[in-house]
């Protein structure tokens, strides 16, 4: 399942980019000093399809995850 971004952004000192993943409910954060080659240097899921009791269930991925759990706030699950 291909995401769907729909925010970027690049930090003002221009060594970060942010984009919202809103299929898959992850935010991930890449440093891009070095713009041939970009890191992924940070990720976190709040909500989403890809959750692991979910409905949708990842079969193969490049980047070898696990599916994230559900986030639960103060005992209400986060979802989409």
């Given at each position: 399942m291909p995401g769907?971004?729909?925010?970027?952004?690049?930090?003002?000192?221009?060594?970060?980019?942010f984009f919202s993943n809103w299929l898959h409910g992850d935010i991930?954060?890449?440093d891009i000093?070095?713009?041939r080659?970009?890191?992924?240097?940070?990720?976190?899921f709040l909500g989403g399809s890809?959750?692991?009791d979910g409905p949708v269930q990842v079969l193969e991925d490049p980047e070898n995850q696990p599916?994230?759990?559900p986030r639960i706030i103060?005992?209400?699950r986060?979802?989409?």
């Open positions: 769907l971004i729909t925010d970027i952004l690049i930090s003002l000192d221009d060594r970060f980019l991930r954060q890449y000093t070095d713009r080659s970009p890191r992924l240097v940070g990720q976190v890809l959750v692991s599916q994230p759990p103060k005992g209400r986060v979802s989409v």
